[in-house]
């Protein structure tokens, strides 16, 4: 059975995606094309470099994501560091940890640059806040006159982690035959996380229409749900509030997309009230988020068919065209 793959951003709980991905594996699911957004770019290049779901929860479950928080001595001063780094930095943390890791992954399958990809087989959403645009990774690198099969898989996925904020913005510099004539500071993109923009890009692959007489290849988009609990956040400062902030923002934007007329083809996985940013979360819940990925994976391939896929797609986008 072969799909194309939507997944949602949402922090370390991206665990949970892998376990929804082992559930289609058992169904038989094959990927043909692959897109995410934040975490959900790290488990779609990982399964684009040839990753199976079990190998995927080896190495989430065998890392520990505090080691992402890097920072310099002098920003763990009390009060005034964190508050410096964000001034100097525009983030509490830097990314290059997170990307080093990315890019050791990929390498131990033989990938680095998109280049080493089948064309389309990866997309990654980030968020070009200097342009206020989406920005839809590799294609888009073109109109910055960056070569999109050269550039780094791993410079991708940083890309659509860093969540405002907490880690800093990638700086793109502009080409010089670009950038000519522009002042210093304009010559460069401040890129942050893809959820800012759209966290769950699940239109991606609609434009593309089968071949004649193909059928259409489906697309399945894996959503992290349960995000806007009751459960407030703890609010005791400046950088609580804000990483409150910051994670409802990249929570909620997308909600009212998926429960209109998306169901059909989400497999919608409970996060067990596990947090965007909870970095220090523990093996056990780690566990307990991958299991649930896979039931609610079991759950959506044991009831899903290509051919109510096909009369659902036409049905809605009749109804989308005919509001257009």
């Known amino acids: 059975m072969l799909m194309n793959g939507v997944f949602e951003g949402g922090g370390v709980k991206g665990i949970s995606l892998a376990g929804a991905v082992r559930a289609?594996?058992?169904?038989?699911?094959?990927?043909?094309?692959?897109?995410?957004?934040?975490?959900?770019?790290?488990?779609?290049?990982?399964?684009?470099?040839?990753?199976?779901?079990?190998?995927?929860?080896?190495?989430?479950?065998?890392?520990?994501?505090s080691k992402f928080l890097k920072r310099a001595p002098i920003f763990n001063l009390a009060l005034i560091g964190p508050a410096l780094r964000v001034l100097l930095k525009k983030g509490l943390y830097a990314g290059e940890a997170l990307e080093e890791w990315v890019r050791q992954i990929l390498l131990a399958k033989g990938i680095r640059t998109f280049g080493d990809l089948p064309t389309g087989k990866l997309t990654i959403i980030a968020s070009d806040i200097t342009s206020g645009k989406i920005m839809v990774l590799p294609d888009d690198l073109n109109n910055i006159g960056l070569n999109p099969a050269t550039f780094e898989v791993a410079r991708a996925v940083r890309m659509s982690c860093s969540i405002p904020y907490f880690f800093d913005p990638v700086l793109l510099r502009l080409p010089p035959k670009i950038a000519k004539?522009?002042?210093?500071?304009?010559?460069?993109?401040?890129?942050?996380d893809g959820g800012l923009l759209s966290n769950f890009p699940?239109?991606?692959?609609?434009?593309?229409?089968?071949?004649?007489?193909?059928?259409?290849?489906?697309?399945?988009g894996f959503q992290m749900v349960g995000?806007?609990?009751?459960?407030?956040?703890?609010i005791t400062g400046p950088f609580s509030?804000?990483?409150?902030?910051?994670?409802?923002?990249?929570?909620?934007?997308?909600?009212?997309?998926?429960?209109?007329?998306n169901r059909y083809r989400t497999v919608k996985i409970p996060t067990l009230g596990i947090g965007?940013?909870?970095?220090?979360?523990?093996?056990?819940?780690?566990?307990?988020?991958?299991?649930?990925?896979?039931?609610?994976?079991?759950?959506?391939f044991g009831n899903?068919?290509?051919?109510?896929?096909?009369?659902?797609?036409?049905?809605?986008?009749q109804a989308f065209a005919v509001r257009k």
Request: hydrophobic letters at 40%; a negative charge.
């Open 241 to 261: 509030m804000l990483q409150a902030i910051v994670e409802t923002m990249l929570s909620a934007h997308d909600e009212r997309y998926i429960e209109q007329p």
């Open 276 to 300: 965007t940013t909870q970095f220090d979360i523990s093996d056990e819940e780690s566990l307990l988020l991958f299991e649930s990925g896979f039931l609610a994976g079991d759950r959506f």
């Open 24 to 65: 289609a594996e058992k169904y038989g699911a094959r990927f043909h094309r692959v897109a995410g957004t934040s975490s959900g770019s790290i488990i779609a290049s990982m399964i684009a470099a040839g990753y199976t779901a079990d190998e995927m929860k080896e190495l989430i479950l065998t890392t520990s994501f």
């Open 181 to 192: 004539g522009k002042p210093f500071a304009e010559q460069f993109l401040h890129i942050v």
């Open 304 to 317: 899903w068919n290509l051919q109510m896929y096909e009369d659902h797609f036409k049905k809605y986008q």
């Open 202 to 220: 699940l239109w991606l692959f609609d434009r593309e229409e089968p071949r004649h007489g193909e059928r259409r290849i489906p697309t399945v």
């Open 227 to 234: 995000k806007n609990t009751n459960k407030p956040h703890g």
